[in-house]
């Protein structure tokens, strides 16, 4: 908690901005049900639920990077996909900010035409958080420390909560890759794992943002272990200060920023895997979005991943990284449940593509079920059975 020195208002007492502003945070602007409500008149035929899709950073401020491979880059690629996969759903209307083009019209325009008004806005919703903080109806948090954002992006981001507010918005999802200060830019870091970033539980969208989080949380942990940076470690994070999500209660749609892990993490190093990964990252949080919506079960394919079916063609060995077919074997040795192998944890044996301790422990498991010799490697005999399982 940030300590906080009050000092009395010459215009209002405490109990009247208690009385003035205390509803504009605590009166909810979207609630878990009306979400459910028009999720279904969709599915009826109705006006389709609206999506807004962030892919966090561009070309002017690019956020981290790793081996060359900007933040900026992933993120359009996932958003992108995403936005296919909702599109071809009728119950969705997504709404894509930026492609690898740039940023959309509408939302360049909005940039600069709407600069001042941005800056009404913002400024309005900070004295509103000043009022309520001096009256002790909000109070201020410690959350994450994030690097500061310069001006324009803050513009930018604000820019797209009032867009939000303005156009019936009813979800906004901002897709980010983690990383942390302090690490150097060449070298690996000791972080790994996702993170989902809500606001804070005062503010007027918190509800309906957490419940999103939460069934978003429990997809992504079919597949991929939590971050394990000490306040990100539970899945979810609440936080007062990220603009993304609605700082200063600009943000009326529920909101949840995704760090789909840290940008050094194996798995997004080789070209290859790093393609296939960001392709399974956007088909995850599209059936998390269904399972808020009750639909847990997989829309218009035989498995609960794009990772399969694969059809493996080459024996394969311990040694090396970034082999998309040893991602693909990673994913139907977890559907078979023996990877990760008995005692490991996502988080000690990730879907990477790389074969190592892990995969040989698996395979070998696999190979003793099927009643194959239990040799660690992918010969010929347990080609034949992943195929036969996983191919079609």
Known sequence: MVSFSVSHSPLLSFQDVDRLFAGVFFTESVTPEQLQEIYTRATHGERKLRVLIVPGHDNDAWGTEFQGVREADMNVVVGEELARLLSADSAYEPI????????????QNYFETERDMIATFVAEKKQTMRELVRAGSVHLTDGVIHNSAPNEVATKLYSFNKWANEHRVDIVLHIHFNDYPGRRSHKTGRYSGFALYVPDSQFS???????????????????YAESNLPIEDSGIVEDQGLIAIGS??????????????????????????RARVLKELAFQTYQGLNRFFGKNGEIFQKYPT????????????????????????????LLEEMY?????????????????????????????????????????????????????
Do not use: M
């Open 96 to 107: 894509l900010t930026r492609t690898t083009k740039g940023y959309a019209p509408e939302f």
């Open 205 to 223: 969208n918190a509800r309906a943002s957490k419940e999103v989080a939460l069934s978003l949380l429990k997809q992504f942990l079919k597949f």
């Open 248 to 273: 200063y209660n600009t943000l009326d749609p529920a909101s949840v920023l995704i760090e789909y892990g840290y940008i050094y993490e194996q798995k997004f190093i080789g070209p290859e895997v």
């Open 306 to 333: 794009t990772l399969l079916p694969h059809n493996w063609s080459e024996p394969l060995v311990a040694g090396g990284g970034g082999n998309p077919s040893v991602l693909s074997l990673q994913t139907a040795l």
């Open 340 to 392: 990760p192998p008995e005692g490991k944890s996502k988080r000690d044996c990730p879907l990477t593509g790389s074969f190592g301790p892990c995969t040989i422990l698996a395979v070998k498991d696999f190979q003793e079920k099927h009643g194959l010799p239990p040799s660690g490697t992918v010969g010929e005999l347990t080609l034949q059975k992943l195929n036969e399982k996983y191919s079609h």
